[in-house]
């Protein structure tokens, strides 16, 4: 009598290993997936900041110079010899390069940047916190998986 409820016993524990295997094994893709689109993320919320970054002190300038009397075509002086023109050329205004990945089960992350920035800055304290928190989390995350 226990030998046949032991026997059943085995067969059952040994169906919910099998089952918790492929159930594992199904979620390794998802989260896999899951991590590259946090990673994605955070690349394009890093150049997002570097950009606002840029747009602000590109602001207080515009500020700085118009409380100064100064107007902005005025603020960059450029000599002019004999008969030069006072027309100047017109500003392009700066976009970021964005490039649009295609979906799929194409590789999601490249090496590139997304958003193409020429100029190289430091991050800031804030800057540098908030990637190690985000870093830390990744690593609760995997140590969890």
């Known amino acids: 009598m226990f030998k046949t409820e032991k026997v059943n016993l085995e067969k059952i524990r040994t169906g919910l290993q099998q089952d918790h295997v492929?159930?594992?094994?199904?979620?390794?893709?998802?989260?896999?997936?899951?991590?590259?689109?946090?990673?994605?993320?955070?690349?394009?919320?890093?150049?997002?900041?570097?950009?606002?970054?840029?747009?602000?002190?590109?602001?207080?300038?515009?500020?700085?110079?118009e409380k100064q009397g100064v107007s902005p075509q005025s603020s960059d002086p450029k000599q002019r010899g004999e008969g030069g023109s006072?027309?100047?050329?017109?500003?392009?205004?700066?976009?970021?390069?964005?490039?649009?990945?295609?979906?799929?089960?194409?590789?999601?992350?490249?090496?590139?940047?997304?958003i193409d920035d020429n100029e190289d800055e430091e991050p800031d304290e804030a800057e540098l916190k908030r990637r190690k928190a985000r870093d830390a989390e990744l690593n609760e995350t995997q140590r969890i998986v």
């Open 22 to 65: 492929l159930f594992k094994s199904s979620l390794t893709p998802q989260i896999t997936k899951l991590q590259d689109d946090l990673a994605m993320e955070s690349k394009v919320m890093d150049a997002l900041d570097i950009n606002t970054e840029n747009v602000k002190v590109l602001d207080l300038k515009l500020q700085q110079s």
């Open 86 to 114: 006072n027309v100047e050329p017109p500003k392009v205004p700066i976009k970021p390069i964005i490039k649009k990945e295609p979906k799929g089960k194409e590789n999601l992350i490249e090496d590139e940047p997304i």
